[in-house]
């Protein structure tokens, strides 16, 4: 049913999503005066990822995995190396892109259906043309009825809900998704992965998830790829076979747990070479 492999490989679809010898060092602070060599926090990370893929990554903290995300957004700029999406270079934010963060960053002066609209109204649209979309969106996650709620009036894991039907509404064909359930309480983060999982039976996105919870990742994922300590590239890749939808009978299988020994190894590995390359 599963395999694991230490190099990754290209998936047999042509990629929707194509990170080549990508290296991002971020400026010293204080800029080349400042005599620093700034922070080399990915190099020459190859991740090609199929259309409709669901693609998680877990590693360290600070291996790079935010970095990657923001520059396939487009927020950032790699330093070398390319990122392609559908074969043509990232060269800043799109709306084929939608990105959830693990703050729910809701503006709180507007109700839920006016933060769900918001970047689609920026980008355009009329609002008699996509509230009604939103309002499907809402019940689609759950939220029916909770449009003209503010977002304060709302749990963690409602307005992680809104995050998501606001990146949705654009209809991108990529959701990013950087640690989304992250501040979340145990049984609702269960709940949102099941909900992303339906989510992606109907819509199809391609989804490039990042978290530090390797039973999450296993869970979600067709792939799930650890990346070494910073700077960050694929150290190894575990694909997991088991069809979607997903239960929690998924969870408790010998498949998952083998999964998820050989994730936290790869993962484990890193994080106590990085504290013992700081030992004196
Ligand atoms: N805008 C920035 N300017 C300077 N350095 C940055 C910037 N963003 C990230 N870094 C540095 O790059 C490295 C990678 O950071 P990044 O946020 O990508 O890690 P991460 O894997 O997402 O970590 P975490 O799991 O803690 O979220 C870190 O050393 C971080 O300090
Ligand atoms: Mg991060």
Redesign the pocket.
């Given at each position: 049913m599963t395999e694991a492999s230490s190099r990754p490989g290209a998936p047999p679809a042509p990629p929707r999503i194509a990170f080549g010898g990508v290296t991002?060092r971020?400026?010293a602070?204080g800029g080349a005066a400042g005599g620093g060599q700034?922070?080399l926090?990915?190099e020459a990370l190859d991740l090609h990822i199929a259309p409709a893929e669901i693609v998680s990554i877990v590693?360290?903290?600070?291996?790079?995995?935010?970095?990657?995300?923001?520059l396939l957004a487009g927020f950032?700029a790699p330093s070398s190396g390319t990122i392609r999406v559908d074969g043509r270079p990232v060269t800043g934010p799109g709306a084929d892109r939608g990105v959830v963060f693990q703050q729910a960053s809701l503006f709180p002066w507007m109700t839920v259906l006016q933060n769900v609209v918001l970047g689609v109204r920026c980008r355009g649209a009329a609002a008699a043309e996509v509230e009604p979309k939103a309002l499907r969106l809402l019940e689609e996650v759950g939220l029916a009825g909770f449009d003209r709620h503010y977002p304060y009036q709302l749990s963690g894991g409602m307005q992680q809900r809104v995050q998501i039907a606001r990146a949705l509404i654009g209809e991108p064909s990529i959701l990013l998704m950087?640690?989304p359930f992250g501040a979340l309480d145990y049984q609702t983060r269960l709940l949102m992965q099941k909900l992303l999982l339906r989510l992606w039976a109907h819509f199809k996105p391609t989804i490039l998830f990042?978290t530090?919870d390797v039973g999450e990742a296993i869970f979600i994922s067709d792939r799930v790829i650890a990346?070494t300590r910073?700077p960050?590239r694929v150290k190894c890749e575990i694909r997991v076979n088991a069809p979607k939808p997903r239960d929690y009978e998924f969870m408790a299988s010998p498949e998952f747990t083998s999964l998820e020994a050989q994730l936290v190894k790869a993962v484990q590995s890193e994080v106590e070479g990085e504290g013992a390359a700081a030992l004196p």
């Open positions: 991002k971020y400026p602070r700034g922070t926090a990915l590693g360290p903290t600070g291996c790079g995995k935010s970095t990657a995300l923001n950032e950087d640690e990042i530090h990346m910073r960050g």
